[in-house]
């Protein structure tokens, strides 16, 4: 970050941030599996995920309601509440293990190396404080400085992400800004502390489309400003393809397809990909009736064996035995291209792809 | 500027119609009063009672003008004062004047003068103990919610609920031996022995009224808890601590407010059962007295009281409540 010439503070006591290596993974999530003991059963909200983001680099997690990607997110900043979830695997933020850490070393980490933007800015801005007085509670809590400095730092933070009249605006209240510029302000708070982890939760689901467009172009600059890893969870395919390096689909929980968004919105290997993609309207043309994936995803109360996916699968029969009802695949490459995981028995779903998927793609 | 002008108008609007609303309670007491089977003259009269003293009596009690001029003075005497004249001799009632306690010989405007303090002091008092034994209680019982601990703080809850009130203050006043004989010593005398007086009584009505302060903190703090601002508060790495206590009962406290600021007015109009049991004339005793003995002015006293603290207290959290929540503005 620029040091400012306006006399207005940089976060202080931070160690030198190294030049990123571009490749390194700062987070790490390996084999994350999140469970909720209920009284109806237990629910695996998360079975064994995997992945890596290293800095400047944005990960697109996207899936369905359901399919566990806002729970394996928030499992990131140890957000569950541990005498209610079960959780095990591993999760490394910069080299920490956040899995079972110390509630007292979790908050400092929150908010400060890690820090997360919610769905609706409208519930998750506090109704009774000032946006300027949250903003500033966020940035003392990491930074032992006066009211004065952190207001300062507020203000210009305020700049930052796009707010006009921000001095002013640092006083108002959530519910007296617009739905963009709430979302701003979260942004905005997120950031304070310089988080290298900016996981963002369905950020732009609650606002119009334009200000859509708006919120993406603010993340994709604060990351190159900040040089921060940026999980972006969201169900909308467009808005992957605009701000993504690296996508990974969840399914009931667990992750299907992982690799760059290129490969694997242009040449998904997954038949949920392929289900995915068929179900998009076609635009142009004659209109034709949709082509939804049949059936609907499964409780995570009762995940099906094997393959989650087999149930709704048109694909079957082209893999041997019951392998699909009986054994879990592992996400693994599937093809020549060693850069891609998908987790599914298929033998050659890129040929399959190309010959009878992509045919019926408008 | 603008906003504090709106404010205040409001707040001039309220208090119009608090007035408007006052003076048809008493009009609708006066009313009831009046067409009751009930004979405050005879009772006055005594046993040995004659038609023609009872007569004398009623005339210089003004009982015998029209209904609607007996109001009309009253109104009068409430504003300007007016006279009496008892047993010959013609007082002077100055204002406000609430009228003449026929039974207590006295002025009732000093009588409820004597008794208000008396009345604010328990309430108050106790008002301390159950806001601070609930709101605590509450909130940590919503924080361990499910565990044997909030099961425990809820059963006692029940357990104090289930006992009727007046059982409880008599056990205290009969067992808890340790605690100051009660009794009312004004304030301004000595505030020590004010407070050791009144010790018994706020300490019966903190415990059984903190029960339900403990379930209604309880139930808003879990949900207050349960709101996504305060997932991002801790998210932002504040301590589990300020989130509760600063994001969370914040927002959690509004209804409890609320539903105090109704139940002080209604407490505020006399603790009968704490003002007999531990021997404090308190408003409450004042208008229990004036029932029995047909004693209309104290009653009407009574009456305008409670209808003025009832229509004040709800002004009063109205606009508390703005303070609370920015969200919400007056009018």
């Known amino acids: 970050m620029s040091d400012q010439t306006t006399g207005v503070p940089q976060t202080v006591s931070r160690a030198p941030r190294e030049a990123a290596t571009g490749e390194e993974a700062y987070l790490e999530v390996t084999d994350l599996q999140v469970q909720f003991p209920t009284a109806d059963g237990l629910v695996r909200a998360v079975q064994g995920l995997s992945y890596s983001v290293p800095l400047r680099r944005t990960l697109a997690i996207v899936g369905e309601s359901g399919s566990g990607k806002s729970v394996s997110s928030m499992a990131v900043l140890g957000l569950h509440d541990r005498r209610v979830a079960r959780i095990t695997?591993?999760?490394?933020?910069?080299?920490?293990?956040?899995?079972?850490?110390?509630?007292?070393?979790?908050?400092?980490?929150?908010?400060?190396?890690?820090?997360?933007?919610?769905?609706d800015p409208q519930s998750s801005l506090h109704p009774y404080f000032t946006v300027g007085n949250q903003i500033m509670e966020s940035?003392?809590?990491?930074?032992?400085?006066?009211?004065?400095?952190?207001?300062?730092?507020?203000?210009?933070?305020?700049?930052?992400?796009?707010?006009?009249?921000?001095?002013?605006?640092?006083?108002?209240?959530?519910?007296?800004?617009?739905?963009?510029?709430?979302?701003?302000?979260?942004?905005?708070?997120a950031l304070v502390n310089d988080p290298k982890l900016l996981i963002a939760d369905e950020p732009t689901t609650a606002l119009d489309v334009t200000v859509?467009?708006?919120?993406?172009?603010?993340?994709?600059?604060?990351?190159?400003?900040?040089?921060?890893?940026?999980?972006?969870?969201?169900?909308?395919?467009?808005?992957?393809?605009e701000i993504a390096d690296d996508i990974l689909v969840m399914y009931a929980g667990t992750a299907v397809e992982?690799?760059?968004?290129?490969?694997?919105?242009?040449?998904?290997?997954?038949?949920?990909?392929?289900g995915l993609l068929e179900s998009i309207p076609a635009l142009t043309g004659e209109p034709q009736p949709l082509h939804p994936i049949p059936g609907s995803p499964p409780s995570l109360l009762a995940v099906p064996s094997?393959?989650?996916?087999?149930?709704?699968?048109?694909?079957?029969?082209?893999?041997?035995?019951?392998?699909?009802?009986?054994?879990?695949?592992?996400?693994?490459?599937?093809?020549?291209?060693?850069?891609?995981?998908?987790?599914?028995?298929?033998k050659d779903p890129d040929k399959i792809f190309e010959t009878e998927v992509l045919p019926r793609l408008p | 500027m603008k906003e504090e002008q709106a404010v205040l108008l409001y707040i001039l609007k309220r208090v119009l119609s608090a007035i408007s609303v006052v003076i048809v309670t008493l009009v609708a007491s006066f009313a009831l009063f009046f067409f009751a089977p009930t004979d405050p003259a005879g009772v006055i009269c005594g046993p040995r009672c004659t038609p023609e003293r009872v007569a004398d009596i009623e005339a210089s009690l003004g009982?015998?003008?029209?209904?609607?001029?007996?109001?009309?003075?009253?109104?009068?005497?409430?504003?300007?004062?007016?006279e009496y004249s008892t047993g010959g001799v013609v007082r002077h009632c100055d204002a406000p004047c609430l009228g003449y306690s026929y039974t207590l010989g006295q002025p009732v405007t000093k009588l409820i003068g004597a008794a208000l303090p008396v009345t604010v002091s328990i309430v108050l008092g106790g008002a301390v103990v159950y806001l601070i034994v609930g709101i605590l209680s509450g909130t940590i019982a919503a924080q361990v919610r499910g565990t044997s601990l909030d099961?425990?703080?809820?059963?006692?809850?029940?357990?104090?609920?289930?006992?009727?009130?007046?059982?409880?203050?008599?056990?205290?006043?009969?067992?808890?031996?340790?605690?100051?004989?009660?009794?009312?010593?004004?304030?301004?005398?000595?505030?020590?022995?004010?407070?050791?007086?009144?010790?018994?009584?706020?300490?019966?009505?903190?415990?059984?009224?903190?029960?339900?302060?403990?379930?209604?903190?309880?139930?808003?703090?879990?949900?207050?808890?349960?709101?996504?601002?305060?997932?991002?508060?801790?998210?932002?790495?504040?301590?589990?601590?300020?989130?509760?206590?600063?994001?969370?009962?914040?927002?959690?406290?509004?209804?409890?407010?609320?539903?105090?600021?109704?139940?002080?007015?209604?407490?505020?109009?006399?603790?009968?059962?704490?003002?007999?049991?531990?021997?404090?004339?308190?408003?409450?005793?004042?208008?229990?007295?004036?029932?029995?003995?047909?004693?209309?002015?104290?009653?009407?006293?009574?009456?305008?009281?409670?209808?003025?603290?009832?229509?004040v207290m709800n002004l009063v959290v109205d606009i508390v409540y703005t303070f609370l929540d920015p969200r919400v503005r007056l009018g």
């Not at chain 1, 490394?92 to 919610?118: Q, Y």
């Not at chain 1, 809590?141 to 700049?159: F, P, Y």
């Not at chain 2, 104090?160 to 605690?179: D, M, S």
Request: hydrophobic letters at 45%; a positive charge; proline letters at 5%.
């Open chain 1, 89 to 119: 695997g591993s999760i490394k933020v910069g080299g920490r293990e956040i899995v079972n850490m110390s509630d007292k070393d979790l908050e400092g980490f929150r908010g400060g190396d890690a820090a997360m933007i919610f769905q």
């Open chain 1, 258 to 274: 992982h690799g760059p968004v290129n490969k694997i919105l242009g040449e998904p290997l997954h038949p949920y990909a392929w």
């Open chain 2, 151 to 311: 099961r425990f703080v809820v059963g006692t809850t029940l357990v104090v609920q289930a006992i009727p009130y007046f059982v409880f203050a008599l056990l205290i006043a009969l067992y808890a031996t340790f605690l100051p004989d009660s009794g009312y010593h004004p304030f301004l005398d000595n505030p020590l022995l004010w407070a050791s007086g009144l010790l018994a009584a706020w300490l019966t009505i903190g415990v059984t009224n903190a029960a339900s302060y403990t379930r209604y903190s309880r139930a808003s703090m879990i949900e207050a808890l349960g709101q996504d601002f305060v997932r991002t508060a801790t998210s932002k790495g504040i301590s589990r601590r300020r989130v509760v206590y600063r994001h969370g009962l914040r927002a959690g406290l509004t209804p409890v407010v609320t539903i105090f600021g109704i139940d002080l007015a209604f407490q505020l109009t006399g603790a009968i059962f704490t003002e007999s049991i531990f021997n404090l004339p308190g408003l409450g005793l004042l208008t229990l007295r004036a029932f029995g003995q047909y004693d209309l002015p104290v009653l009407m006293g009574g009456v305008l009281i409670g209808s003025a603290v009832l229509v």
């Open chain 1, 306 to 346: 094997g393959c989650p996916f087999h149930p709704r699968c048109e694909f079957k029969d082209r893999v041997p035995d019951d392998w699909c009802t009986t054994l879990r695949p592992d996400l693994i490459p599937r093809t020549a291209d060693l850069g891609r995981t998908s987790r599914c028995h298929l």
């Open chain 1, 139 to 189: 940035y003392r809590a990491h930074n032992n400085v006066s009211k004065r400095v952190a207001k300062a730092r507020a203000i210009d933070m305020l700049g930052r992400v796009g707010i006009p009249n921000p001095s002013r605006r640092v006083d108002q209240y959530p519910h007296e800004f617009s739905g963009g510029m709430r979302q701003r302000a979260m942004i905005a708070m």
């Open chain 1, 212 to 241: 859509q467009a708006q919120i993406l172009d603010l993340i994709a600059d604060l990351q190159r400003d900040f040089g921060s890893a940026v999980v972006f969870i969201t169900h909308d395919l467009g808005v992957v393809a």
């Open chain 2, 63 to 82: 009982l015998d003008q029209p209904k609607v001029e007996q109001i009309a003075l009253y109104m009068k005497g409430i504003v300007v004062g007016r």
